[in-house]
């Protein structure tokens, strides 16, 4: 079988695509392969000046939009700014095993960032989403607990990895449980994951391993516009509802349809997350 490359991203100019962390990173280069087969595309950006200079070099088609995911105002105010349809809604921004903090509205970081954040996002513009929602999950969801008692390591000593693990299992669990209530939507929620890609998300540990995984990123990892392919393999290509996307050699190489942990296959535990996050951002769907 051939392998899947950006050469095989079919013409775009119809659609009109937000992606979340799109200044830097599998963000950027999926921004900038979108842009380039002709989309419209929102770059929801923290760092404002950093997007606009990021959308500057591409397409007229593109615009720049303020959206910090550790803060449900923003969220809320950007889902607002967003009075059009939307065909493909891309949760991509994250962060990555950084020290305890807490967001805006006093959730964990990363629980906050990489899930609830997008989770309100996505419950706020689904009434405007046309055809999928495609959200970024990570390999490191196989080493992921979802503690639902304890989701903002209130109680739990605080540990950096199993903090961004839980934010990518719970990622995966969003997912799914939103494939399951689409059933008979012409929506889809997708889910992917880049593989090892050399990007600053692993540069704010402030720690050594910051030093170790600079190295990581030169020996080892693939480029962003290689880690890009799942996600926009997953925004342009047929595929049924809940599917996951990744590099076809674990971490590595071309995308395709691949497997998850059992873990993100717990409907019991989704369906909890599922009503926490709403309690936690006040945030409700309408299916």
């Known amino acids: 079988m051939a392998k899947w490359t950006v050469a095989d991203l079919p013409d775009q100019s119809t659609r009109t695509v937000i992606v979340t962390g799109a200044n830097s990173g599998v963000g950027l280069a999926t921004t900038q392969a979108l842009a380039a087969a002709g989309a419209r595309v929102i770059l929801a950006c923290r760092n404002v000046d950093k997007g606009k200079a990021a959308a500057a070099l591409m397409a007229d088609t593109v615009e720049v939009r303020a959206l910090d995911l550790a803060s449900l105002a923003s969220v809320r105010e950007f889902a607002a700014s967003i009075d059009e349809p939307v065909d493909v809604l891309v949760n991509n921004a994250g962060v990555m095993a950084v020290p305890y903090r807490k967001t805006v509205d006093g959730f964990e970081l990363q629980i906050g960032t990489n899930h609830l954040g997008h989770f309100a996002l996505t419950g706020l513009l689904l009434d405007r989403v046309r055809s999928r929602v495609v959200t970024v999950s990570s390999s490191f969801h196989w080493f992921g607990r979802v503690d639902v008692a304890d989701l903002n390591w209130e109680r739990r000593h605080y540990r950096r990895w199993a903090a961004y693990e839980q934010s990518k299992l719970a990622n995966l669990l969003f997912a799914y449980e939103l494939a399951r209530k689409l059933e008979g939507s012409p929506i889809r929620s997708l889910a992917t994951h880049p593989g090892y890609v050399s990007t600053n998300l692993m540069s704010h540990t402030e720690t050594m391993l910051d030093t170790v995984m600079a ?73």
């Open 215 to 287: 190295l990581g990123n030169r020996v080892l990892a693939q480029s962003p516009a290689m880690g890009a392919l799942p996600t926009l393999y997953a925004v342009t290509t047929d595929m049924p509802n809940g599917s996951f996307v990744g590099p076809g050699r674990l971490m590595w190489g071309h995308p395709g349809v691949t497997r998850s942990s059992p873990a993100s296959h717990d409907r019991e535990k989704a369906t909890a997350l599922w009503s926490l996050s709403e309690e936690l951002t006040g945030v409700t769907f309408s299916f």
